[in-house]
């Protein structure tokens, strides 16, 4: 059973059979989280995002990793629809004060909008964040505490090339996407918990 980040380290040891990566072990984590980072998309990962707009721009937030939904905080709101910065730069060239955001894009580490602020309007959203790395300051976070076996073999899938184990990536490939898929049925499951459907005229 793993409840900790070491607790982890050593099954992931154990799993491997070698008693020679322990300072590679850590890194395979790493990378391991990363793939999970790219592939997944949680309830667990996602957090609430208010921003005022200064000089046109807001900051991306700390962890980000893709935005769910992202509006205006005027009355109504004014939901953002998402384009690209070189779609925004051709459209709304003139990158003075319009009115009211409609768009936004991504420009580096800010976001701009479309039309460009006419006000310092106060965005909010919600955005999938990457939660803190493991490591031996921080032992635990989500994954360790409901899906640790997520972490275990995309650590083994990112150790088997470097062990050149053609063999067990594979193995570890399959097990990694049988974790995710269940923490995927899981996240869905529950989505649609605690009501029944019914019909309604109209």
């Known amino acids: 059973m793993i409840t900790s980040y070491s607790e982890l380290k050593t099954s992931i040891a154990a799993f491997l059979h070698r008693n020679d990566l322990t300072s590679m072990i850590p890194e395979f984590i790493s990378d391991g989280e990363t793939k999970i980072y ?11 995002y208010t921003a005022t ?5 807001v900051a991306l937030p700390t962890g980000f990793l893709e935005w769910k939904n992202l509006y205006v905080n005027t009355s109504p709101i004014q939901k953002l629809d998402r384009k690209s910065a070189e779609w925004i730069y051709q459209y709304y060239p003139n990158r003075t004060s ?9 420009d580096g580490s800010n976001l701009i909008f ?3 602020p006419n006000s310092t309007f106060e965005i909010k959203g919600v955005y999938y964040k990457r939660l803190d790395s493991l490591s031996d300051s921080n032992t635990s976070n989500w994954f360790i505490l409901n899906a640790p076996e997520i972490l275990r073999y995309a650590a083994l899938c990112e150790a088997a090339p470097y062990c050149r184990d053609l063999a067990a990536v594979q193995v ?3 097990k990694y996407e049988a974790s995710k898929q269940r923490l ?5 499951r529950e989505a649609f918990s605690g ?3 019914t ?4």
């Open 114 to 116: 479309a039309p460009y």
């Open 184 to 188: 995927k049925n899981t996240e869905r």
């Open 199 to 202: 019909m309604t005229a109209g």
């Open 53 to 57: 707009i200064a000089s046109g721009v």
């Open 195 to 197: 009501s029944v459907l």
């Open 38 to 48: 790219n592939d997944l998309r949680i309830k667990a990962m996602e957090t609430a």
């Open 98 to 106: 319009q009115g009211t955001p409609k768009f936004f894009a991504q």
């Open 172 to 174: 570890w490939e399959q």
